[in-house]
């Protein structure tokens, strides 16, 4: 399963949230909300970052065991 497109959905609802207490004028839980917003995207990015290296080293470990 695709956790970061699991991740982009629900950010994708939080926005849409937001958007709705803005027009209501809740300004207190828009601002919770975004903060949500943030930490999802530092998620995604840790997690792509993360793969990126564990991808680094298993081809690594892939180029030891051929030689």
């Known amino acids: 399963p ?8 629900e950010k994708q609802k939080v926005k849409r949230s937001c958007k709705e ?8 839980a828009v601002r919770t909300l975004a903060r949500e ?3 999802a995207d530092k998620n ?3 997690m792509y970052e993360a793969r990126a290296r564990l991808n680094s080293i298993r081809m690594e470990l892939q180029h030891m065991n051929s030689e």
């Open 2 to 9: 695709n956790m970061g497109a699991a991740i982009e959905m």
């Open 21 to 28: 207490l803005a027009r209501k004028g809740q300004i207190g």
């Open 37 to 39: 917003i943030v930490v």
């Open 44 to 46: 995604i990015r840790r």
